[in-house]
């Protein structure tokens, strides 16, 4: 397996440390995982197709430390599951490893692992936003400027919509995004969590086109295809600021 490949994987749903306790399911062709953060503000579901690896369902709860744990590997890697000696059958531990070194990461429980509700009631999306790699450029140059900002208001305006990081009714510091849209049905500014949104952005900033969708019922989505990844995320709307 290639380390790379893996680590892209993790970075996809861990989002800069956002969520680090998930479960990994292998159908022997498909690494694939469901993800929420801790404040629930974000779903998700990732797929990782074109894999050899054997049939599994397992616990990782610290994220951090296998991504540690595995910048000690070179790039080409093997995938095993070490079995509970018990059983045979009951996988304990994760082990990688190169031409030279290895690393065995011990799996969780998937007891202690998060429940991550199987599917999502979702509205009628009423506004689609083009996404490009200026726009995940400009909202991450944002963010970065305005670190310690917790969200963003996405508003209609005459051309399209203006994402507006560090939004107030108040004076503030805030750094605004003009977006042109043909579909805008927003009828009034809508807040998200802006940590969560260019963690996810950062993610996949590889991603030439998505669009994000929105609904005035307070819900966007935003789905990513990049060589065999496919990921989906779904963002609750906050108490505007």
Known sequence: MNKITLNTFIQKYNLGGQVNSVTWNSDGEKLSTRFMSPDKNLLGTLTLGKQNLDNFKVGVYDTPMLSKMLTTLADSID?????????????????????????????????????????????????????????????????????????????????????VIGHSDSNSNRISIKVQSGAVSITEPITFNAN??????????????????????????????????NVKYWLVAQQGS
């Open 79 to 163: 995938f095993t599951l070490i079995k509970s000696p018990s059983d045979n059958e009951t996988p304990i531990a994760i082990h990688l490893s190169d031409s030279h070194i290895s690393a065995d990461y011990v799996l969780a429980a998937l007891g202690v692992i998060p429940d991550v509700p199987e599917s999502i009631k979702e509205p009628e999306y009423d506004t689609l936003i083009n996404v490009d790699n200026q726009f995940i450029n400009s909202f991450i140059r944002g963010k970065s400027a305005l670190s310690d900002v917790t969200t963003f208001v996405v508003k209609p305006t005459d051309v399209g919509v203006e994402f």
């Open 196 to 229: 969560l949104f260019k963690e996810l952005l950062n993610a996949n900033k590889e991603c030439s086109h998505a669009t994000l969708r929105i609904s005035n019922k307070g819900l966007a989505y935003i789905e990513f295809n990049v060589d065999d990844f």
